[in-house]
Every structure is written in C-alpha cells, then in structure tokens.
Nanobody, 114 residues
Framework: QVQLVESGGVLVQPGGSLRLSCVAS?????MSWHRQAPGKERELVASMSRGGSTTYRDSVRGRFAISRDHAKNAVFLQMNTLKPEDTAVYYCKGYSAIRETWYWGQGTQVTVSS
C-alpha cells in the first residue's frame, strides 16, 4: 500500500503565502493537489506528470505553483497571494502506473483569514 503524507497547512492572513508538501512512500507517476471546502465537492488544484507537464485550475493560475522532487518522492504546492476562498482541506493524490492505482493523502487544513 502506498502512503502519501501531506504537511504545511496552517492559518494564514489574506495575501500571505504557504508551501504544502506531500511525501510518498514510493515513486509515483502523475501527482496532483486537490482541495475540498466545507459543503463543496473536491476539486483539482494543480497536477504535474512525471515528465513535468503541469495543469492548474483557472482560479489559482499565476498564484500557485506545483513542483516535484523525484529523489524524495515529493510534490509541493507553493501558494502565494492567498485569498479567503482558498480555505479548504488540501489533498495530495498520486498515480502508480505499475500498480494501476490512484492514492490519496489524508489532507492538510489551509485557512485564509484575518
């Protein structure tokens, strides 16, 4: 079973920055960040393939940046100019091509409030 562990979620003021981290127990192919706000469905925030191709949802493009460290089996989400509407539980997701399975982390809470 592949384990993904997120960290970095805290309370931050509007306009502030945060960096989320996710470390997997083994090397994964595509990795992505998702978020779920209270009363809303989980949504894709950003993704990165093993080769480095990225996608972002429109509301975070230009403010958030996804990156990976393959040597550490890690994916990061740098979040800048945070807004109250970015408040959510952020989840890491990864795909193992060998196992043909997607895996989720347990989530980390990000709260943007003054």
């Amino acid at each position: 079973q592949v384990q993904l562990v997120e960290s970095g979620g805290v309370l931050v003021q509007p306009g502030g920055s945060l960096r989320l981290s996710c470390v997997a127990s083994e090397s994964l192919d595509a990795m992505s960040w998702h978020r779920q706000a209270p009363g809303k469905e989980r949504e894709l925030v950003a993704s990165m393939s093993r080769g480095g191709s990225t996608t972002y949802r429109d509301s975070v493009r230009g403010r958030f940046a996804i990156s990976r460290d393959h040597a550490k089996n890690a994916v990061f989400l740098q979040m800048n100019t945070l807004k109250p509407e970015d408040t959510a539980v952020y989840y890491c997701k990864g795909y193992s091509a060998i196992r043909e399975t997607w895996y989720w982390g347990q989530g980390t809470q990000v709260t943007v409030s003054s």
